[in-house]
């Protein structure tokens, strides 16, 4: 009799937990859809989304040696004014993700550049990328480390 207890239970967590996933991929289908448009340019959007999540076809479309800076380590610390970034030292980027509300992100849409800014809710620390339209397609151009600036 436990025996038919056991199973009985064991499957309805079974469906418990097959509803509750179901749901959680409805909601983040929900989220995506809702996502206001990165830029005024299609081309840019299809761009953006395979350089975040495509590490290979990131490396092609970055500029190197990459203009930017590096982030302060400390107050003392002095950024260097030509710092360039290489392949050797570059970290691949990933989707964009707000950690609940903890960051924030503005694009800045001029023809054929596209200014991304990423701040904490304080406004202490920022990073930066801007990206340019090519004759070879759309390219990071610059990047700012996420600091204090």
């Not at 959680?24 to 809702?34: A, C, G, L, R, S």
């Not at 707000?98 to 550049?113: A, K, S, V």
Request: charged share 25%; aromatic share 16%.
């Amino acid at each position: 009799m436990a025996l038919k207890y056991k199973k009985e239970i064991f499957f309805f967590i079974f469906i418990f937990i097959s509803i509750v996933s179901c749901k959680n991929k409805e909601t983040k289908e929900e989220v995506e859809i809702n996502v206001p448009a990165i830029s005024e340019s299609a081309d840019f959007q299809d761009f953006y989304n395979k350089f975040s999540a495509d590490s290979l076809f990131q490396l092609e479309h970055i500029v190197f040696p990459l203009e930017g800076m590096k982030s302060q380590k400390d107050s003392l610390d002095i950024p260097d004014p030509a710092f360039r970034w290489t392949l050797e030292n570059w970290v691949i980027h990933h989707a964009y993700d707000d950690m609940n509300g903890t960051y924030i992100r503005e694009f800045f849409d001029i023809p054929n550049l596209v200014i991304e800014k990423i701040s904490d809710t304080s406004g202490q620390y920022s990073m930066e990328r801007r990206f340019a339209k090519l004759s070879s397609g759309w390219h990071l151009i610059y990047y700012r480390e996420m600091g204090k600036y």
